[in-house]
T-cell receptor, first 117, second 115 residues
Framework: AQTVTQSQPEMSVQEAETVTLSCTYDTSESDYYLFWYKQPPSRQMILVIRQEAYKQQNATENRFSVNFQKAAKSFSLKISDSQLGDAAMYFCAYRMYSGGGADGLTFGKGTHLIIQP | NAGVTQTPKFQVLKTGQSMTLQCAQD?????MSWYRQDPGMGLRLIHY???????DQGEVPNGYNVSRSTTEDFPLRLLSAAPSQTSVYFC??????????????FGAGSRLTVL
């Protein structure tokens, strides 16, 4: 079974600074998808960014970008110019290329991001 | 477009009571699933469905039943609630199950407390 590990339970950053959230995963598959989800206090799960494993180019979405290192099985999220609205729990998630059977989305335990004004 | 709608948003039960968490989507998604979120545990898959009439177990299915009689609805039933089922429950759906690129759309969550 796949596992996703987020080693930082909590991170703090000053507003307008850059922060990087770490994620590592374990899989024997060669094709898969990786995701970062944001969960603000409202509890809503919001997709931040997605990476296809077969693409070497790192995904970017405005102030959010990833550093995908396939050989190292590492998938970190960089948030540039941090804003107060970025404060949330961030979850890294893995999904098999075919969608998976009982696996569905495999989530890490999350990183609580605090933005200091 | 309502997306994924979960009801109720909050519920308090006594041990042994039964209840159903409702989930409905209006996006004609084939794939629907239920997750539970516990503090420090991330989200874990309970049950999922790849289409009407088809359901299967996820990582933590014990104590829960599901059915999928229509494409739109995927209710989660707790037959005899236990304190260990105190959690936040999320319903999520997506297009074709076989394409992992399809992004899951989540409901707003249902917070269940079992006393």
């Amino acid at each position: 079974a796949q596992t996703v590990t987020q080693s930082q339970p909590e991170m703090s950053v000053q507003e307008a600074e850059t922060v990087t959230l770490s994620c590592t995963y374990d899989t024997s598959e060669s094709d898969y998808y990786l995701f970062w989800y944001k969960q603000p206090p409202s509890r809503q799960m919001i997709l931040v960014i997605r990476q296809e494993a077969y693409k070497q180019q790192n995904a970017t979405e405005n102030r959010f970008s990833v550093n995908f290192q396939k050989a190292a099985k590492s998938f970190s999220l960089k948030i540039s110019d941090s804003q107060l609205g970025d404060a949330a729990m961030y979850f890294c998630a893995y999904r098999m290329y075919s969608g998976g059977g009982a696996d569905g989305l495999t989530f890490g335990k999350g990183t609580h991001l605090i933005i200091q004004p | 477009n309502a997306g994924v709608t979960q009801t109720p948003k909050f519920q308090v039960l006594k041990t042994g009571q039964s209840m159903t968490l409702q989930c409905a989507q209006d996006m004609n998604h084939e794939y629907m699933s239920w997750y539970r979120q516990d503090p420090g545990m991330g989200l874990r898959l309970i049950h999922y469905s790849v289409g009407a009439g088809i359901t299967d177990q996820g990582e933590v299915p014990n104590g829960y039943n599901v059915s999928r009689s229509t494409t739109e609805d995927f209710p989660l039933r707790l037959l005899s609630a236990a304190p260990s089922q105190t959690s936040v429950y999320f319903c999520a759906s997506s297009y074709s199950f076989t394409n992992g690129a399809n992004v899951l759309t989540f409901g707003a969550g249902s917070r269940l407390t079992v006393l």
